[in-house]
């Protein structure tokens, strides 16, 4: 079985956790499943990557955090896409779109 090459797909991991918050705030437990099963489990992301691309994109204004305390009372960090996220979420489907379209000339198929 063919996996994703880390490298390929490094690009789009921000992408990825961007979209799983246009509808709802939410933690990183949660977005790394909803990562493995939107994919088939296809695409796993690695903890340590998803909380480089948590601290990165809040940096960048693109997420805020909060705390909030889960069913356990433990608290929670959540992440919620700010409008800077959303102009970028945007920017990057675009540019998938273009990477796609350039790529497909030099993939055979079949």
Do not use: C
């Not at 939410?26 to 493995?36: A, Q």
């Not at 705390?67 to 998938?96: L, M």
């Amino acid at each position: 079985m063919v996996e994703i090459s880390s490298d390929v797909i490094r690009g789009y991991n921000d992408t990825m956790i961007l979209y799983l918050l246009l509808e709802q705030p939410s933690y990183g437990y949660e977005i790394s499943k909803r990562i493995s099963e939107m994919t088939g489990g296809l695409y796993k992301i690695k903890e340590t990557t998803l909380y480089s691309a948590f601290n990165r994109m809040e940096k960048n204004g693109l997420v805020t955090s909060f705390y909030q305390a889960a069913e356990n009372g433990k608290r929670r960090t959540y992440y919620s896409i700010t409008e800077k996220g959303r102009a970028f979420y945007q920017s990057k489907t675009e540019e998938w779109e273009l990477t796609k379209n350039v790529v497909e000339h030099f993939i055979r198929k079949g």
